[in-house]
C-alpha cells in the first residue's frame, strides 16, 4: 500500500465515528515490554441523535446504537468452511463492564459504559497476528429495537512500514467503518439493481401488451378490409350468375319459340307442296336447307355466348375459390387465435362461393338441357317431313351442325353417340387435310387429341411407319399420327394438357408450350413450363427424339421402346411413357410416375393440344 492510499485509510479512521476495528501489525518495542507484532482495536461509540457523524445524517438507512449491552472479539479458525465466529477473546457487558486480561500471548483490555465500548487486544504470538479476528456488539436502537453489528477482519500475510519524515513508524490502520460502509453501499446497490431489472422488466411485458394490442388491432382492421374485398367479389359473383341465368331462361324461351316457328312453317311448306311431285319434294328440302342453316346460326349464336360466358365465370370462380383459400391459409397461419370471429367470416364467405358454383352447375346443366331441346326441334321438324325428304334432311342438319374447327369457346350442338367429343373433318374452314378428335368440353374446350388410352383395344407396340401415320380409332384408342402433330404444332404455339385417372382417382399436367418436329428432326418433343396436380413427370423428356423399337434414337444402350413396349421420347429410358403396355407391368405399361407410385399403369390417358392466343 502507498502513501495515498495510508492517508485516505487515515481520513476514514479519524472522521468516521461508529464501530470500528483496527489491527495494527508493525513491530513494536516498548521499553520493559516484550516484543508485539500487532494491536486490534475494536470500537463503538453511543449515539445522541446529535452526532455529526450518524449514519442517520448519511442517508444509509442504518441507526446507530442508543445503547450497548455487550462487545466480543473472536478469533476466527482460518478454512473452516462452517463459517462459526470461533473461539472468543474477550468481551465486555453491562454486568462485567471491565476487562483486563493478559494469558497466553495476548494483552486484552475491555470498557463498556454509557458513551462508548471498546475492547483492545495486543498480540504477541506470530500465529496471532496472522490470524482472522471479528467483532459483535448487540445493544438497542434509536426506536428501541434489538440491534446487533458484526465486523470480521481478514489480516494480510506481509508486515507493512511507512516511515513518516523519518522520524517514527505508523502502525497500518484498517477502519471497520469503512468495511461497514463497503457492505451496506455493495446492498443498497443489489437492491437498486434488482428494483431496476423489475421495473425493467414491467416495462417490457407492458411493451409486449402495447405491441400485441396494435398488432390485433391491425390485424383486425386488415380482416375487415379483406372480408369487404371478398364480399364484394362474391357480389360480382353473384350479380354475374343471375345475368347467366336471366340468359338461360332467355335461352329456354327461344328454343321453345324456335320449335313453334319451325313446325309452322314445315306445316304451310307441306301443304304447299302436296301434289306437285318431286319438284315439290326438293323446294321443300332446299327450303329446310335454308331455314336450318339460320336456324342453326341462332342457336349457335346463343349457345355459344351462353358457353364463352359459363366458361368466364367458372374461371372467375375458380379464381375467387382460389383467393379465399389463400387468404384463409394465410391469415391462419399469422393470427388464428386473435382473430377466430374473421376467419369464421371468410369460411362463410368460402361457404357462400361454394352454393354460387353449385349454382353455376346447375345453370351449365340447364343449358345443356337447351341444347337438347334445340336438337329435339330439329328432330321434330325432320319426323313431320314426309320419308322422301327425311333422308335429305338428316344429312342437311347434320352437315350444318357439326363444327368445322377445334377452337377455345366452341359449342357443339349435335350429340357424338356414347363419346361427346366431335370429329372435325376437312373442310374449306379448316385448315388440317386429315379428320381429328376436338375436345369442346375440357378447360373452355378447343383442344385437338393426339392420344387417347381408355379401352385397351389397340397395340401400341408399332413400328416407326405407324407412328408416323398414325393408328387406333378416334371413338376408341388412338395415336394421331407424328406427321399430323407436326403439321398442327407448326401453325402456331400450342398448350398442352394430359389428363390421367387411376383407380377413380384423376389427375391433370399442363405445359405452356407443345411442339414436335418434323421427321427430319426425328420428331423431337419441345415443352414449356409445367402446372397441373399428376406431377411434372414429362419434363425429363424434353429435347428428346422419338423412338421406336425399329429406330433406337434414345439416350441409352438398351433400345428402351422395345423394353417399354410402345413408341416414345426416351432418354435414358422414362420417367413417362403413355404408349406403353395396357395394364402392363412395372417399367412396361402407361406410365406417369408423378401421379401413379412405383411406375404402375394408369386406367386412362388423354393428350391434347391448343392454339395459344
Not at 434489538?146 to 519524515?165: F, P
Not at 490502520?173 to 431496476?196: D, G, I, P, R, Y
Not at 369487404?228 to 319459340?257: M, P, W, Y
Request: with cysteine.
Amino acid at each position: 500500500m502507498d502513501k495515498t492510499s495510508l492517508i485516505i485509510a487515515l481520513c476514514f479512521a479519524f472522521c468516521c465515528h461508529g464501530l470500528e476495528l483496527n489491527l495494527n501489525r508493525d513491530n513494536l518495542v516498548l521499553p520493559s515490554a516484550r516484543t508485539r507484532c500487532g494491536v486490534l482495536t475494536c470500537e463503538e461509540r453511543v449515539s445522541d441523535g446529535n452526532t455529526s457523524g450518524s449514519r442517520e445524517e448519511h442517508g444509509d438507512g442504518t441507526d446507530f446504537f442508543r445503547s450497548i449491552h455487550s462487545m466480543e472479539v473472536f478469533k476466527r479458525f482460518k478454512n473452516d468452511p462452517s463459517g462459526q465466529r470461533g473461539r472468543i477473546v474477550g468481551s465486555v457487558t453491562t454486568r462485567t463492564p471491565k476487562l483486563i486480561q493478559v494469558a497466553d500471548g495476548l494483552k486484552i483490555v475491555g470498557i463498556l459504559n454509557a458513551e462508548q465500548a471498546q475492547i483492545r487486544v495486543e498480540m504477541f504470538k506470530p500465529s496471532d497476528c496472522q490470524s482472522d479476528y471479528s467483532c459483535q456488539i448487540r445493544g438497542v436502537d434509536s426506536q428501541g429495537r434489538q440491534l446487533s453489528s458484526n465486523v470480521k477482519l481478514t489480516q494480510q500475510g506481509q508486515q507493512t512500514r511507512w516511515d513518516l519524515g523519518g522520524d517514527g513508524s505508523l502502525m497500518a490502520t484498517m477502519t471497520v467503518q469503512l468495511f461497514s460502509l463497503v457492505q451496506q453501499m455493495e446492498t443498497q446497490l443489489s437492491l437498486l439493481a434488482k428494483s431496476l431489472e423489475d421495473r425493467d422488466r414491467r416495462n417490457e411485458d407492458k411493451l409486449e401488451q402495447l405491441g400485441s394490442s396494435v398488432h390485433g388491432v391491425t390485424d383486425s382492421l386488415n380482416n375487415v378490409l379483406l372480408e369487404h374485398r371478398i364480399n364484394n367479389r362474391l357480389n360480382s359473383f353473384q350479380n354475374k350468375i343471375d345475368e347467366l341465368d336471366a340468359g338461360n331462361k332467355v335461352l329456354t324461351e327461344s328454343a321453345s319459340l324456335l320449335g313453334n316457328i319451325s313446325r309452322e312453317m314445315v306445316r304451310i311448306a307441306l301443304s304447299s307442296a302436296k301434289g306437285k311431285g318431286k319438284d315439290a319434294s326438293s323446294d321443300v328440302s332446299e327450303g329446310c336447307r335454308e331455314f336450318g342453316k339460320v336456324l342453326a346460326n341462332t342457336s349457335t349464336a346463343l349457345l355459344g355466348s351462353m358457353n364463352s360466358r359459363l366458361g368466364q365465370i367458372r374461371d372467375s370462380a375458380q379464381e375467387n375459390q382460389l383467393t379465399i383459400t389463400k387468404q384463409i391459409k394465410s391469415l391462419d397461419e399469422s393470427v388464428v387465435s386473435t382473430n377466430t370471429l374473421s376467419l369464421q367470416a371468410l369460411n362463410t364467405s368460402s361457404s357462400s362461393q361454394l352454393a354460387l358454383l353449385q349454382k353455376l352447375n346447375q345453370i351449365e346443366s340447364n343449358v345443356q338441357d337447351n341444347h337438347e331441346k334445340i336438337i329435339s326441334v330439329l328432330k321434330d321438324i325432320v319426323s313431320e317431313v314426309n320419308p322422301k325428304v327425311t333422308t335429305n334432311l338428316h344429312s342437311i342438319m347434320i352437315d350444318i351442325f357439326r363444327p368445322k374447327v377445334c377452337e377455345k369457346g366452341m359449342v357443339s350442338v349435335l350429340s357424338q353417340g356414347s363419346f361427346p367429343y366431335p370429329v372435325i373433318y376437312p373442310s374449306s374452314q379448316g385448315i388440317f387435310r386429315f379428320p381429328y378428335l376436338c375436345d369442346p368440353v375440357t378447360d373452355a374446350g378447343g383442344w385437338i387429341v393426339i392420344q387417347r388410352r381408355t379401352t385397351g383395344s389397340v397395340d401400341f407396340h408399332r413400328n416407326w411407319a405407324d407412328y408416323r401415320a398414325g393408328f387406333g380409332y378416334l371413338d376408341d384408342d388412338f395415336w394421331l399420327g407424328n406427321n399430323n402433330i407436326h403439321a398442327i404444332t407448326r401453325t402456331g404455339t400450342y398448350e398442352l394438357r394430359v389428363d390421367l385417372r387411376y383407380k377413380g382417382k384423376s389427375a391433370f399436367a399442363h405445359y405452356s408450350k407443345f411442339s414436335v418436329s418434323d421427321e427430319m428432326g426425328i420428331y423431337t418433343l419441345r415443352l414449356g413450363t409445367y402446372s397441373g396436380t399428376a406431377g411434372d413427370s414429362l419434363s425429363l423428356h424434353n429435347n428428346r427424339a422419338f423412338s421406336t423399337f425399329d429406330k433406337d434414337n434414345d439416350g441409352s444402350r438398351a433400345n428402351c421402346a422395345d423394353y417399354h413396349k410402345g413408341g416414345w421420347w426416351f432418354g435414358d429410358c422414362d420417367s413417362a411413357n403413355l404408349n406403353g403396355k395396357w395394364n402392363g407391368p412395372k417399367n412396361q405399361g402407361v406410365e406417369w410416375s408423378g401421379f401413379v407410385e412405383g411406375e404402375l399403369s394408369v386406367d386412362f390417358s388423354e393428350m391434347k393440344i391448343r392454339k395459344v392466343g
